[in-house]
Structures are given as C-alpha cells and as structure tokens.
C-alpha cells in the first residue's frame, strides 16, 4: 500500500483548495486516484462548464439536481488530456472484481459503484437505493479483505480518516453488474486557450439556452415551485436532504467553486492583457459568490425538510433567486471572456 497518498483525506483538499463537500463522490474519487498517480494539478483537468439541472423519474418525480461535473456523467469530457468512461461489471459474482483487478494492475486507484446495501462499512447498508449510484475508490483487493476509500461510512465501519478495509466477499457482491470509472491521462489535444473557451461558450448555452424546462436558469426559477410539490410527500425529509440539498452542496456549488477557481488564477488569463485579466476576475468573483449562495439554499431546503412552514419555503424561494442573478450577470461576462479567447 502506498501511505503517502491520503485517499479522500485531509491532503487533497488542502492543496486543491476545494474542500470534499463541495464536489460529488465519483469527481472526488477520480481526483484523488490522479494524486495517486503523482499528477497534482488536477484543477485545470477537472473542470466543468456551469450547469444546473432538475432531473426527474419516468413518472415526474424528482430524481436529483445537479451541475456541471455530472452533466455528462454517463460520458464524461475532460480536459489537459484527462479521459474517463464508465464500464459494467460482470454480472457473475466469479468475475465482479475482474474489471477492478484489471485496473489496479495498471497502477490505477480505481472508483467503483457498488450495490452498497449489503455492505456493512457503509452509510448506505441494508438502505434501499436512490437517485444517483455513491462512488468509492478501491485501492487494494486481496483475498479476504479490501482496502478502500468512502467519504459515507457509519461510525462502527473502522474507517479512519475516510479510509479503511471492507471484506473482498462483500464487495465482490456488490460489484456485480456494477460501475466502475476507467481513467486515462495523456497528452492534451488541446490548447489551453481552446479548451478554456469551451468550457465558457457551453456554461452561456447550458445556462441560457438549456434546450429543457428545468434546467439552466430558468430550472433555478422553477426550482421553489418543484420544493413545493413535495409537501405532502410521506417521504419529504430525507427525499429534501438526499436529492436536492446534498447535490446542491456538493455538486452544483462545488462545480462552480472548481470554475472559479481556474478563473481567478490562470497564468493565461492574466497573459492576455488587462480587459481580458478584468473579465476573468470578475466572473470569477460571480461564480463564487454563486457557489456561496447555493450551499445558503441547500441549507435552506434542509431546513424545509426538518420543518416546513411557508416562511422556510419562501426562505428557498429567495435563495433561488439570489443564485439566478448571480448566475445570470455571471453568464453575461464568462460570454464576453470567451470573446477575448478567440
């Protein structure tokens, strides 16, 4: 085992400056598995354009919501030569871990999916599953134990700093028919300049022109009225805490965090003269504060779901809002820094 590495630990998110509940598990293990690696600046690989979306079920109930960096889950695009595709397991318990075994004899940390109900180190154990499938990262399987890496584990797991082993048996189990992220690096096939401007011209149309009701800016407007819906849901509470206001916190302000932080800081940028220097500040202090505003909305949707009342729904109603000018100014200059790209 390698011990210098801090599998989802403190490290990371001290150097990224992007603390882990700021951005989704499977983005937080594919990260760390990179560090794994020796490759440090993962920043610039990671990020995202801007998105907000409200997905719901065959039958219109809501699923999730989510930004940027899971946008294009199924098939994800990176940058600076980054590449990652999901693949199934065998569903023959004899093979589940062939595909993990393959990977980690590449030298790669690897993120899986697993069925997690039947496995006891998690959150999730004999919990029936909703929205989204949780990622961990699995570093070692041998033959009775497996060491891993899970941000959402109980108490009595053994875990330690969100590290620990769980039984091979259990995790081939879960493993079955399951995900699992195979990642790449390589050289860019792109200049810096052109995938940056890409990353800004797809925020502006996802945002302004989504191509569906709820997502962009105007799901933000709708987003009040879909809390609404769930009032006299018999689940309301952990639906509420679950599908909108932990994806809130870690994936749609963490998506704009990471963007962000690639804004106020690239030395390219900063090159390209002072209006362009004026923009990137600025969408940059835009896209924070936007950042900031959804983590007060996901609190806000907590707070309905622990005790709804009127006020707490007008409470997110106005959060919402707050996050709709923020991103609306912001997608105006991110269009005008793109400009300066061209």
């Known amino acids: 085992m390698t011990t210098g590495f801090p599998y989802l630990g403190a490290g990371p998110d001290a150097i990224e400056s992007l603390a882990q509940t700021r951005i989704s598990c499977w983005v937080h293990c594919l990260r760390d598995a990179l560090y794994a690696t020796g490759l ?5 690989a990671l990020a995202q354009p801007v998105d907000f979306v409200i997905e719901r079920t065959a039958t219109g109930e809501l699923l999730t919501v989510y930004g940027g960096l ?12 980054l590449s ?12 589940a871990l ?72 259990e995790l081939r189990r879960g493993m ?40 962009g800016l105007a799901g ?23 599908r909108v206001a932990g994806p809130l916190q870690r994936q749609v302000a963490g998506d704009r965090l990471l963007l962000a932080r690639i804004l106020a800081g690239d030395t390219l940028l900063r090159e390209r003269g002072p209006r ?5 500040a600025e969408c940059a202090d835009l896209t924070r504060a936007s950042s900031d505003a959804l983590v007060d909305l996901a609190r806000a949707v907590f707070l309905l779901g622990r005790s709804w009342s009127a006020e707490a729904l007008l409470l997110c109603a106005r959060r919402a809002g707050r996050v709709h000018a923020l991103d609306a100014l912001a997608a105006d200059r991110m269009s005008a820094l793109a400009a300066t790209l061209r």
């Open 70 to 81: 899971d946008a294009d889950y199924h098939h994800p695009r990176f940058q600076r030569g």
């Open 98 to 169: 062939d595909l993990v075994h393959r990977e980690l004899a590449r030298g790669h940390a690897v993120p899986v999916s697993p069925d997690l109900r039947g496995m006891r180190h998690s959150e999730f154990y004999r919990i029936p599953h909703t929205g989204y499938p949780h990622t961990l990262l699995v570093h070692e399987v041998g033959p009775h134990t497996a060491r891993a890496a899970d941000r959402n584990t109980r108490a009595s797991s053994g875990f330690t700093d969100n590290r620990g082993t769980v039984p091979t048996d």
């Open 40 to 44: 440090r600046e993962t920043a610039r």
């Open 220 to 242: 933000l407007l709708a987003l009040p009225g879909v809390l609404e819906e769930l009032q006299q849901h018999p689940g309301r509470a952990r639906l509420l805490r679950l």
């Open 84 to 95: 990652a595709r999901w693949e199934t397991s065998p569903h023959h318990e004899e093979q």
């Open 276 to 280: 362009t220097a004026a923009l990137a």
């Open 176 to 215: 079955a028919g399951a995900p699992v992220l195979v990642w790449d690096t390589g050289p860019p096939d792109a200049d810096w300049a052109d995938e940056l401007h890409r990353l800004l011209e797809c925020s502006v149309q996802r945002m302004t022109r989504p191509g569906r009701a709820e997502a």
